[in-house]
């Protein structure tokens, strides 16, 4: 089976710049959350999407949005990038909108290998 | 959400248990003491979770001290493949993917 899928894997912006990351969640799963992972430092919650709505949202500027496709599939986009976003970007697919209820392991997060990111 | 505090890091020798402690003060009576690990170059992955009763399964154990304020994590018998940072959370179930990771503790696991 699939996994979480993200692309691209590394891309090199400059400051001001423009990027979408994109992210394929596993097949059934409804529930896509994005993370950021600065270098020595434990992921960051951005958002969250369930059914193609916005579900949750971190302390991140405006700078950065996000959505859903009808296929469940997401992008993550940042605007007018600074040398800061350098980070490893992580996309989660889970089955359901909450976390951890039911059976042990359901509705955990299943991440992607991330999308690294370097703004120059 | 509690905050959680781990050791910033760990050795543990092959074939021996890693014990990875995690203290948890302030959990409220329905949060859940949540596992993760993060192997390098790879997107963290989920081990266990539980709110009081120890748990296990085929990755670990998890042991809750019976005042929650504290946890343990138990890899029985280390393997090299082990080596990776593990994160400790606390969380309300059911409230969604927020999850505050911290900074875990990296674990090297010794031939």
């Known amino acids: 089976d699939a996994g979480v899928t993200q692309s691209p894997t590394h891309l090199i912006k400059t400051r001001g710049q423009q990027v979408t990351l994109r992210c394929s969640p596993i097949?059934?799963?409804?529930?896509v959350s994005w993370y950021q992972q600065v270098l020595g430092q434990g992921p960051q919650f951005i958002f969250q999407y369930y059914e193609k709505e916005e579900r949750g949202r971190g302390n991140f500027p405006d700078r950065f949005s996000a959505r859903q496709f009808p296929n469940y599939s997401s992008e993550l986009n940042v605007n007018a990038l600074l040398l800061g976003d350098s980070a490893l970007y992580l996309c989660?697919?889970?089955?359901?909108?909450?976390?951890?209820?039911?059976?042990?392991?359901?509705?955990?997060?299943?991440f992607g290998a991330g999308s690294r990111l370097t703004v120059l | 959400d509690a905050k959680t505090t781990q050791p910033t890091s760990m050795d543990c020798a092959e074939g021996r248990a890693a014990n990875l402690p995690c203290n948890h003060s302030?959990?409220?009576?329905?949060?859940?003491v949540y596992w993760y690990r993060q192997i390098h170059s790879q997107g963290p992955q989920y081990i266990i979770h539980g709110l009081k009763n120890n748990e296990t399964n085929e990755m670990a154990s998890l042991i809750i001290t019976e005042d929650r304020k504290s946890s343990t994590l138990i890899l029985p018998h280390a393997t090299l493949r082990d080596t990776a940072v593990y994160y400790c959370i606390v969380r309300v179930v059911n409230s969604g993917y927020a999850l505050n990771f911290g900074k875990g503790t990296s674990l090297l696991v010794t031939p």
């Open positions: 302030t959990i409220s009576g329905n949060e859940y």
């Open positions: 097949s059934g799963h409804k529930s």
């Open positions: 989660a697919s889970s089955l359901s909108r909450d976390s951890h209820w039911g059976a042990p392991g359901a509705n955990v997060l299943t």
